[in-house]
């Protein structure tokens, strides 16, 4: 077996690893699992870590094992959390699973033949039957209180000024643990890997599997550092709120421009933990990146390889066509290739405004356009000096004085953009 820790740890991709762990993944194709919280619907980026760990095991040789978590996602995880997370209702948790089943489901083949081939598994499937007395009786007579209280995500929560923690987060741990145990059992899984602040829950499963299964059972836990920025603000943040993994919550466009606003620091730390670039292709971009800062190389080549890991390279081609529209030389073709949301986000923020389908039916003059029916400029003789210097564009294309505004220049039949000079937009909207 390849070394995967030894991968993982010059990505920045290591933070706590148990005894033994490394040694197991060099002697045999292990089966290993993450679980996945149905918060929602979707994952966002900060879910991107998980995803790309058990691409790794999977390219390494190793078995992955997905849990979505429709037992434990009706209790709420209490690692890294001030407050008890309100309840999902039945309707909610079935459908965020469904989601969430369906985003793994693009990074791993889950109907392959292949001997290491990834499992995709649901633990409400084993919990639901699970009466209250045999888990109190096989599970918690296994882990005392003493054990379970000194775990960092229940001693933050005791010492705390919140409300405490409810005897139903306190159980959180056992039934993580207790996934854990069902795998080993199920699918010889031995080893669980998630973000650092699982390692208390991971490491009360392996406990778990020791005390239930005899000594001679193996059960192994590594941790990942939990993602940031490099000036302390939160990963996965944009002005709109997280940035998700599925076009609907966050459009590629969008998903694109985060990677690519990324700051040279970060992009040197993200370009190791979210791309599959080996090390020497690597340290060659960083170098490059050194030497003309302003070309944005590395970011660039971050945004195009995350956004083909997630969306694929013709969802892509289509974010970088939307970015040259604002920031290169683009016809009105590209603009026409736009779809309205993708319109509406590369000119979030342009003034705008509307006209009547009416009145561009049978046609307006530019100068009209330009200044009484949108404001765009302050007077008619503003509009005509700037049409006799050639500085106005409608929908990328250089106008003069007697161009008339019909139906025939709409962008997705609603939509007008106006232009002086490089940088100086107007949006009219047909209504």
């Known amino acids: 077996m390849k070394n995967l820790v030894e991968e993982l740890q010059w990505r920045g991709l290591v933070h706590d690893i148990m005894p033994g762990t490394e040694e197991q993944l060099l002697k045999e194709m292990t089966t290993t699992y993450i679980g996945f919280d149905p918060t929602s619907d979707s994952l966002h980026i900060g879910s991107l870590v998980p995803i790309i760990l ?7 040789g190793h078995k992955p ?5 429709g037992a434990t996602g009706m209790i709420g995880d209490p690692s890294g959390k001030s407050d008890e997370r309100n309840l999902l209702d039945e309707a909610t948790l079935n459908k965020n699973v469904a989601g969430i089943k369906a985003v793994l489901s693009r990074f791993l083949d889950f109907n392959s033949t292949a001997t290491n081939a990834p499992i995709l598994v649901n633990n409400y499937d084993w919990m639901k039957d699970l009466s209250f007395i045999n888990f109190a009786r096989d599970v918690g007579k296994r882990i005392t209180v ?13 010492s705390g000024e919140g409300d405490g923690m409810s005897f139903t987060e306190f159980t959180y741990q056992l039934i993580q643990g207790y996934d854990f145990h069902h795998l080993y059992k199920t699918h010889n899984c031995l080893l669980q ?26 059960a192994f836990a590594m941790t990942c550092p939990l993602i940031t920025k490099a000036d302390g603000s939160k990963f996965g943040k944009s002005e709109g709120g997280n940035v998700w993994l599925t076009a609907d919550k966050t459009s590629v466009y969008k998903f694109y421009q985060f990677w690519l606003n990324t700051t040279d620091v970060d992009a040197e730390k993200y370009i190791r933990i979210f ?13 490059e990146h050194h030497e003309a800062p302003h070309l944005r190389v590395l970011q660039r080549k971050l945004a195009e390889e995350v956004t083909t890991f997630v969306h694929g390279a013709a969802e892509l081609e289509k974010a970088i066509e939307a970015s040259n529209i604002l920031f290169g030389n683009s016809t009105s073709q590209d603009l026409k290739k736009l779809d309205e949301a993708t319109f509406l986000e590369v000119f979030d923020g342009v003034p705008q405004a509307e006209i009547s389908r009416t009145a561009i039916e049978t046609g307006i003059n530019i100068v009209d356009v330009l200044n009484e029916k949108s404001g765009f400029l302050k007077s008619n003789g503003e509009a005509r000096r700037a049409l006799t210097e050639n500085s106005i564009s409608v929908n990328k294309e250089k106008v003069t004085e007697e161009f008339q505004l019909t139906a025939n220049d709409l962008i997705n039949n609603q939509f007008v953009l106006l232009q002086r000079g490089k940088k100086n937009y107007f949006v009219i909207v047909v209504k």
């Open 54 to 60: 058990l691409v790794h095991l999977e390219k390494f």
């Open 65 to 69: 094992i997905a849990l979505v978590g």
């Open 146 to 158: 003493n054990y379970m209280m000194a775990k960092d995500s229940v001693k933050k929560r005791l």
């Open 193 to 218: 890997m998630g973000g650092s602040d699982q390692w208390g829950n991971i490491t009360t499963g392996t406990e778990l599997v020791r005390r239930i299964n005899g000594e001679g059972a193996k």
């Open 275 to 287: 791309t599959f670039l080996d090390k020497n292709t690597i340290d060659s971009l960083i170098t």
